[in-house]
């Protein structure tokens, strides 16, 4: 069966600092990649998606980055983290027409 | 673009009765809609979902309904537990396929 990693679950950086968040996905291949924030009482933004290798499409104008450097790993990134980079980043993945599927996300606080 | 609107923002019922959560969205070349019911500190889980040649879909005690005219789509849970309450979220798929946009949440609440 299918599976979705991220790390960390938690993450406290100071205003200015770079991010890296992972996320990978077990047992399925090519899958269709998801990065969605979820800021406190909102509903998810979709960030970045990928399609494949080296493919990334950017959904909002922002200070983070995303890059796929293997088929089943996302990273999301920033040089310099924003006191409005704080919120709760969740990665998905989907194939084949089936459904999304999320990890369970990492909260990150920018102090 | 598509956009997704979800009502209510929160809903408290008590143990036993029934709940609703009404979406609407703009794009009426969508054709997928899931419901994902997310608990606090997870993420977002899949539910139930329902594609546009459908118009009604089960599954126990949770069913999805779809009117493609009026551009709206329901949730409905009967006989509520408390393991209901959670944050739910309706999307719609937009229309390159590529993505799910989604309704805001619904914090539902049920009291025993």
């Known amino acids: 069966s299918q599976t979705i990693h991220q790390w960390p679950a938690t993450l406290v950086q100071p205003v200015g600092s770079p991010l890296s968040l992972e996320c990978t996905v077990e047992?399925?291949?090519?899958?269709?990649l998801y990065w969605y924030r979820q800021a406190a009482g909102r509903g998810l933004q979709l960030l970045f998606y990928?399609?494949?290798?080296?493919?990334i499409s950017s959904e909002v104008p922002q200070n983070l980055s995303a890059s796929r450097p293997q088929d089943r790993q996302f990273i999301l990134s920033s040089k310099k983290l924003l006191l409005s980079d704080s919120g709760f980043y969740l990665c998905a993945w989907s194939s084949g027409g089936q459904p999304q599927h999320f990890g369970d996300g990492t909260r990150l606080s920018i102090l | 673009g598509e956009n997704v609107e979800q009502h209510p923002s929160t809903l408290s019922v008590q143990e036993g009765d029934s709940a609703v959560i009404k979406c609407t969205y703009s794009?009426?070349?969508?054709?997928?809609f899931p419901w994902y019911k997310q608990e606090l500190g997870k993420g977002p889980q899949l539910i139930i979902d329902?594609?546009?040649?459908?118009g009604e879909k089960k599954d126990q005690r949770i069913a999805v309904t779809l009117n493609k005219t009026a551009k709206h789509f329901s949730l409905h849970i009967t006989e509520t537990q408390p393991e209901d309450s959670a944050v739910y979220f309706c999307?719609?798929?937009?229309?390159?396929?590529?993505?799910?946009?989604f309704g805001k949440g619904t914090t539902l609440s049920v009291s025993s």
């Open positions: 794009d009426s070349a969508s054709n997928y």
């Open positions: 329902i594609r546009s040649n459908v």
């Open positions: 990928s399609v494949g290798i080296g493919q």
């Open positions: 999307a719609a798929r937009n229309q390159a396929g590529t993505a799910l946009i």
């Open positions: 047992g399925t291949s090519n899958p269709n």
